[in-house]
T-cell receptor, first 112, second 116 residues
Framework: AQSVTQPDIHITVSEGASLELRCNYS??????LFWYVQSPGQGLQLLLK??????LVQGIKGFEAEFKRSQSSFNLRKPSVHWSDAAEYFC??????????FGTGTRLQVFP | EPEVTQTPSHQVTQMGQEVILRCVPI?????FYWYRQILGQKVEFLVS????????KSEIFDDQFSVERPDGSNFTLKIRSTKLEDSAMYFC??????????????FGDGTRLSIL
């Protein structure tokens, strides 16, 4: 069965520091992978997606993610975090059918 | 940029009552979805809808739940007789294509449902 694991429940970084949020997936075929961000009281906003091709994908707000098949990972990165990046981040995999399967999320806190 | 809109933002209902959550998907999208997120837990798939019928549903989506596209713009989720455990944030999403396509799902801001 498909699944997504986000090992870090909560991460705290200083503003200006680099960020990496981990995501591991379990899926038999080539996965479709997504990162969504949820600010407090808001919905899920798509940051970036991977379907095929270049394994390093660029997203909005300066985020990027790298698909590594050998590690079953799709980690999200940002070179310099801004205070406005504080939010909850969800990794998701597109399954065989219509549904998305989400990880449990990582809450990012940014200190000035 | 087009958005998925959901109303109301917060719904408070007595246990046992019926509730209808409303969504207006993005206008040229053909696939519609409902997900829910119980407080502190992950986002879970409920149901997908295409061509006026359910294309897939999860175990959560039992006989108490139904979906409908009553006109060309709205997509609704009805819970017939609410239970305490239905308290959650409900997200509507839409996409231009479904399944294993390269069209991502776009989500609304959610409706927080509180059952008393």
């Amino acid at each position: 069965a498909q699944s997504v694991t986000q090992p870090d429940i909560h991460i705290t970084v200083s503003e200006g520091a680099s960020l990496e949020l981990r995501c591991n997936y379990s899926y038999g075929a080539t996965p479709y992978l997504f990162w969504y961000v949820q600010s407090p009281g808001q919905g899920l906003q798509l940051l970036l997606k991977y379907f095929s091709g270049d394994t390093l994908v660029q997203g909005i707000k300066g985020f990027e993610a790298e698909f590594k098949r050998s590690q079953s990972s799709f980690n999200l990165r940002k070179p310099s975090v801004h205070w406005s990046d504080a939010a909850e981040y969800f990794c998701a995999v597109g399954a065989d059918t219509d549904k998305l399967i989400f990880g449990t999320g990582t809450r990012l806190q940014v200190f000035p | 940029e087009p958005e998925v809109t959901q109303t109301p933002s917060h719904q408070v209902t007595q246990m046992g009552q019926e509730v209808i959550l409303r969504c207006v998907p993005i206008s040229n999208h053909l696939y519609f979805y409902w997900y829910r997120q119980i407080l502190g837990q992950k986002v879970e798939f409920l149901v997908s809808f295409y061509n006026n019928e359910i294309s897939e549903k999860s175990e959560i989506f039992d006989d108490q739940f139904s979906v409908e596209r009553p006109d060309g713009s709205n997509f609704t989720l009805k819970i017939r007789s609410t239970k305490l455990e239905d308290s959650a944030m409900y997200f509507c999403a839409s996409s231009r294509q479904g399944g294993r396509s390269n069209q991502p799902q776009h989500f609304g801001d959610g409706t927080r449902l509180s059952i008393l």
